[in-house]
């Protein structure tokens, strides 16, 4: 069951990804417009309003793939020179402080969407944007995470309780230079 979960996330974070992959070379395709459209004086206007707002929606969804991919960075000192459950402990501490902490942030992001609905707030810009437009994928690219995170550290310690300790190090593990090497 573990792994069947792990799997899910993992092809799941895929697709959102490429998904996220395309909106980006969107907004590239966008810019260069803009940027080509400016040569001969005229231009589209809110490009760079609108490439910091898929910045951050394409930020707050790709950190759960990044968690699946094993991106994230750690110091992995001391968990190099543990044995198999030492490491296990090491991630699953790791991972539970990281799902924790991307919990905090989620809660805290909707009072920000929140105020944005209830207000019917905008940008302070020329293009005056529904700032709920851009907070809500972004919130939902957030709660994603924390989610992903919480399943893949239940995943792992489910593992690990069945003494699992390779699935859990190619689940939640970390890569060192020794190991890239290889």
């Known amino acids: 069951m573990p792994d069947k ?4 996330l993992r092809q799941a974070n895929g697709v959102i990804a490429i998904l996220i992959g395309v909106v980006l070379l969107a907004c590239v395709a966008f810019v260069l417009a803009d940027v080509l459209l400016r040569q001969i004086g005229a231009s ?3 490009t760079d309003e609108i490439s910091g707002y898929v910045m951050a929606v394409a930020t707050s969804w790709g950190m759960a793939y990044t968690l699946s ?14 044995g198999a459950r030492g490491r296990a402990g ?3 501490v ?11 942030i989620a809660v805290k992001c909707w009072p920000v969407l929140e105020r944005s609905l209830v207000n019917g707030s905008r940008a302070n810009t020329p293009l005056e944007t529904p700032l709920a437009l851009v907070q809500l994928p972004w919130f939902a690219g957030w ?5 992903s995170a919480w399943a893949t550290l239940l995943a792992a310690g489910a593992l690990v309780m069945r003494g699992d300790f390779a699935g859990s190090d190619a689940a939640i593990g970390t890569f060192g230079e020794a190991e890239q090497a290889r």
Not at 69 to 82: C, Y
Not at 94 to 104: E, N
């Open 143 to 147: 709660i994603w995470f924390a989610v």
């Open 44 to 46: 589209l206007g809110g």
């Open 90 to 92: 090491f991630d699953l």
């Open 94 to 104: 790791s991972l539970a402080i990281l799902a924790s902490t991307v919990t905090l």
């Open 5 to 8: 979960i792990l799997a899910t």
């Open 69 to 82: 991919e094993m991106g994230h960075v750690r110091i992995d000192l001391l968990r190099s020179r543990a």
